[in-house]
């Protein structure tokens, strides 16, 4: 829960622009009062009548009244926000929590209260609250809901407060926000075969066992997913930071997954869009392998990673796999397209790293983005590309049903170094083309005398 602080509905009574600001808060009731008050006054002037002359005073003088009153009203109210839940998926609904306490020693009039949110998440959320006693609360609770990634502000929160007579009104405005994020959609993905090894820790949990004693050991900095049994203490006494034993360490099965957003690689906008769909994608191969115990990492064409990744990325099926995802999620949720034009600095990466399944989501290929591609297959043990071709995901829907076009010569040139391509048809199922995938990569290795695992 997010405490949004807390309001007073007095000012400084010192401060004769607070007055002023307090009679502008007039609502349409109380300027037709001081209206017909000066037109009645008026009137009694001009006919002479005493009692039509009172009237109007009456009339008047009851709006500023109520705005002084209203003005010097000593009570507080603090108002708190809660999201369930703060990371919600494309498409899909969260809810969010509103509380209101009185913690003051009188009770409230009636509350307007108003939380402003984006347009793309629905229509702004108001709400009228009945009198509050001394030290009680209010909870009401709305719906937001969005079909496009990002981070999105909600708040702050308004309070509008008005006087028994309906007189005046004085807006208050709490002085923070939370954050909802809205992450790509993940879509489950069956466990096959595409990689050189079967579980996380490969075939035969292959280690590298230290050959002397604790003394002699090289131990290395503390890595996130680390296990803190292995923690080298003396080592970290001497360097002054966690420092963890190298022996029996196993030799993690590793995954990097390549998104590609060039702006120039893409066309068309929206949730369903090709890009849309790359991003989708890499969060849900990001998610299943971390799930399966891969050391998982996140690359785009710019070569920009997730924050407080290592070298060897995120380690998977560790206590903070969660936290691992629910980082790569935050990152996959603002991504954006870039102004690059090549893959050059993806390969960078890939070529300063170790081998592992290399997954590639593409847009447009020219001949040289795939002769980098070409390229990264060496540094890899094995390399699946999705290829989402903009000529394909612009047809209209009723021929996006064809035979997709997976990239012609750039394609047939991947798969001549060693990648498994699958081409991308619009609106197609992930689950499918990760099963296409897992079938054509069978296939390539029965062809070739070898085997694929993954």
């Known amino acids: 829960m997010t405490t949004a602080g807390s309001v007073r509905a007095e000012g400084d009574h010192g ?50 009244v109520c705005a002084g009153v209203l003005y010097r009203t000593r009570y507080r109210v603090a108002g708190s926000r ?6 919600v998926p494309a498409g899909s609904e969260a809810r969010v929590h509103l509380r209101m306490d009185n913690v003051s020693r009188m009770p409230t009039g009636l509350l307007m209260l108003q939380d402003r949110v984006p347009y793309v998440l629905g229509p702004r959320p108001r709400f009228v609250l009945d009198r509050v006693e001394a030290g009680g609360r209010r909870e009401v609770s709305y719906r937001v809901r969005s079909d496009l990634r990002g981070r999105y502000p909600l708040g702050p929160l308004q309070l509008r407060l008005s006087d028994p007579f ?15 994020t809205v992450i790509p959609r993940v879509e489950p993905l069956p466990p096959v075969r595409l990689s050189g090894e079967a579980k996380g820790h490969g075939d035969g949990r292959q280690r590298s066992l230290a050959l002397a ?39 993690r099965a590793r995954c990097s997954v390549l998104l590609d957003t060039r702006a120039v690689a893409y066309a068309g906008a929206g949730p369903d869009s090709a890009f849309e769909w790359a991003v989708s994608g890499a969060a849900s191969v990001l998610t299943h392998m971390l799930e399966r115990g891969f050391s998982v990492r996140l690359l785009t064409d710019t070569g920009a990673s997730v924050p407080g990744e290592g070298s060897d990325g995120f380690a998977g099926a560790s206590q903070g796999s969660a ?23 993806a390969y960078d990466v890939v070529r300063g790293g170790s081998e592992g399944l290399l997954v590639a989501f593409l847009g447009d290929l020219d001949e040289e983005q795939a002769a980098v591609l070409a ?3 060496q540094r890899s043990g094995g390399a699946v590309a999705f290829l989402l071709d903009s000529g394909t995901w612009m047809r209209e ?28 048809p619009r609106g197609a199922s992930l689950e499918e083309q990760w099963r296409l995938a897992d079938r054509e990569r069978s296939g390539l290795a029965a062809a070739s005398g070898g085997e694929g695992a993954g």
């Open 375 to 377: 390229r990264m297959r």
């Open 15 to 64: 401060d004769r622009g607070g007055l002023r600001t307090a009679l502008a808060g007039l609502t349409t009731r109380g300027r037709s009062f001081l209206a017909a008050g000066a037109a009645a006054a008026v009137c009694a002037y001009v006919l002479g009548q005493s009692d039509l002359l009172r009237v109007g005073l009456l009339l008047a003088v009851l709006p500023p």
């Open 397 to 424: 829907p009723a021929n996006a049903s064809g035979p997709p076009d997976d990239g012609g010569k750039w394609s047939r040139m991947l798969r001549e170094a060693g990648w498994t391509v699958v081409g991308v």
């Open 82 to 87: 809660r999201l369930s839940p703060s990371r």
């Open 323 to 345: 936290d691992t995802a629910g980082l790569m999620m935050d990152t996959l949720a603002v991504v954006d397209h870039s102004d690059g034009a090549g893959l050059s600095r």
């Open 213 to 251: 004693g604790e003394d002699d050991l090289i131990p290395r900095g503390y890595r996130y997913g680390d296990d803190l049994r292995r923690v080298h203490w003396r080592s970290t006494a001497r360097y002054g930071e966690l420092m963890v034993r190298r022996e029996e360490q196993p030799q």
């Open 166 to 180: 309906g007189m005046c009104e004085l807006t208050r405005a709490f002085s923070t926000y939370d954050t909802l």
